[in-house]
């Protein structure tokens, strides 16, 4: 559901899945699941990437806010 944003986020920082691995403390294999969409990412996990990454969660599953 939001695997391609996420994936492309990391893609966009510039960073291998064993980097964020490494740095966030989620699982390799976690972040494979995530991205290739075999289930949702819990909140937390939502959390540690995109602070990784340095943006919003809502910036890291894609969402944009409209409501402005």
Known sequence: MYGKEIRNARLAFGASQ???SKATGLP???I???E???GIP???Q???L???YGITIEELIGHENNAE
Do not use: E, F, G
């Open 18 to 20: 064993t980097q964020v």
């Open 50 to 52: 995109a602070d990784y």
């Open 28 to 30: 390799q294999n976690t």
């Open 32 to 34: 494979s699941w995530i």
């Open 42 to 44: 819990n909140i937390w």
């Open 36 to 38: 290739l969409d075999k």
């Open 46 to 48: 939502c959390v540690l």
